[in-house]
Nanobody
Framework: QVQVVESGGGLVQAGGSLRLSCAAS????????MGWYRQAPGKQRELVAA???????NYADSVKGRFTISRENAKNTVSLQMNSLKPEDTGVYHC??????????WGKGTLVTVSS
């Protein structure tokens, strides 16, 4: 079994920064892509950023230039550095790990609240 656990959420003022971290543990041979999704109140979950095992990253247009995703393959971890935060970045941020053969796992999420 695999566990995915996030950390690093919290309350921050607009313009501030936060760093989210995620660690996958358990029976892991290889993880393909890892990423961050967020769900704001009353909205659907959306992709924020994702990164492949080779280091290729993609971002939602709304966070480009402000957020940076990084990954340590040997540790099965992924991080999201969030700068210049805006109130619309508020939501529950979930870590996602995509494994071979169609398996994937989600973390329970960490709350990010950006006050204006």
């Amino acid at each position: 079994q695999v566990q995915v656990v996030e950390s690093g959420g919290g309350l921050v003022q607009a313009g501030g920064s936060l760093r989210l971290s995620c660690a996958a543990s358990g029976s892991i041979f290889r993880i393909n892509a890892m990423g961050w999704y967020r769900q704001a109140p009353g909205k659907q979950r959306e992709l924020v950023a994702a990164i492949t095992s080779g280091g290729s990253a993609n971002y939602a247009d709304s966070v480009k230039g402000r957020f940076t995703i990084s990954r340590e393959n040997a540790k099965n971890t992924v991080s999201l550095q969030m700068n210049s935060l805006k109130p619309e970045d508020t939501g529950v941020y979930h870590c996602h790990a995509d494994f071979p053969f169609g398996k994937d796992y989600w973390g329970k999420g960490t709350l990010v609240t950006v006050s204006s």
